[in-house]
């Protein structure tokens, strides 16, 4: 299938939805007794499907996610994938930052990723090296785009002001319980300065694909769709938001593809935004900083 793409004014594109592989091999460390095979294999599957957005990271199973994924890509046509991975704030230094990128790319088995982000603000390291140093990989043609990820206004502000790129993305935890995006203005800012908000954890892992919530089940009932589609929906729904699930069970993988390619009615956008039971307005897994 073809999965819709997000244009920034400034030319920069990205599919509305995604692969994320947390919890690919482990956590953050690897785990041996993990079932790789599995994973490597829901990922092609999810390549065959359509899907070209993959997220990982360095820190995801100390490196081995992105051996995972390199496994998974081996075979497709490079140049069709969006291959996202992200630096740890311990490696925020200048050298430590260019030798993350090397070695992310020497562990994805890949000459360039098309999105390196932060993956969270750090406040020990002096923000202006670590940008000096994307500056440098994007002019060395090892990273197509910079983005931050899980980073507040003032942060995103402050990033943006020391680096010579346009900073295109922020991926931070948003979905239909934390609106802690909608709640820091995050999500205007975004919306008011050409930047796409990447929603991490659009199915808080399970809990928002299950019935029994009134407001769900109506939007359900008329739409004739999943609880956890219409969370992705939701998200997708609204300007400048595309978001990434993990999906290792193809029941998972082809429910959450149904999500995509229709449109829920505003006033639904807006009575979920308004009403939706349980709301929080701040991550209790990584706040923005
Ligand atoms: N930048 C950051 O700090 C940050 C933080 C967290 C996540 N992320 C990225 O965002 C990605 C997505 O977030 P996440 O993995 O934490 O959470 P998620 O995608 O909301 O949830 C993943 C979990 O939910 C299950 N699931 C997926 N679709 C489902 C459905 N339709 N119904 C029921 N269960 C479903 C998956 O099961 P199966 O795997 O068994 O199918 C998996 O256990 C991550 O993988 C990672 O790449 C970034």
Redesign the pocket.
């Known amino acids: 299938m073809t999965i819709p793409h997000k244009k920034l004014k400034s030319g920069f594109s990205l599919p509305v939805f995604g692969f994320?592989?947390?919890?690919f091999g482990g956590d953050f460390r690897r785990d041996l007794n993990n079932n790789d095979a599995e994973q490597i294999d829901?990922l092609k599957t999810a390549i065959n499907y359509g899907i070209t957005h993959i997220?990982?990271?360095e820190r995801?199973a100390a490196g081995f996610a992105e051996q995972l994924v390199s496994k998974a890509i081996f075979g497709f046509d490079r140049k069709k994938l969006f291959i996202v991975s992200?630096v740890w704030p311990t490696n925020f230094r200048y050298d430590d930052v260019l030798r993350s990128a090397h070695n992310s790319l020497k562990r994805l088995k890949v000459s360039y990723l098309d999105l390196y982000?932060l993956?969270?603000p750090d406040l020990s390291i002096p923000i202006r090296q670590t940008m000096k140093a994307m500056d440098k990989l994007k002019e060395d043609g090892l990273i197509k785009n910079i983005g931050v990820?899980?980073f507040s206004v003032n942060s995103f502000k402050s990033a943006q002001s020391l680096t010579r790129n346009k900073i295109v993305v922020n991926?931070?935890?948003y979905?239909l319980i934390f609106r802690e995006p909608e709640k820091s203005g995050l999500l205007d800012y975004c919306r008011k300065n050409d930047v796409l908000l990447i929603a991490?954890?659009?199915?808080?892992?399970?809990i928002?694909?299950v019935k029994g919530i009134k407001i769900i089940d109506e939007v359900c009932r008329k739409y004739n769709k999943?609880a956890?589609q219409i969370a992705i929906n939701w998200l997708i729904s609204q300007k400048n938001v595309v978001t990434?699930?993990?999906?290792?069970?193809q029941?998972?993988?082809h429910?959450?593809l149904g999500a995509l390619n229709w449109q829920m009615d505003n006033s639904d956008i807006e009575k979920l935004r308004r009403s939706f039971p349980g709301q929080k307005s701040v991550s209790a897994?990584?706040p923005l900083g």
């Open positions: 994320g592989t947390w919890r829901a997220d990982t990271a995801y992200k982000l993956h969270k990820s899980n991926q931070v935890h979905n991490w954890r659009p199915v808080e892992k399970g928002l694909s999943t956890a990434l699930a993990k999906m290792v069970s029941k998972h993988l429910e959450n897994a990584v």
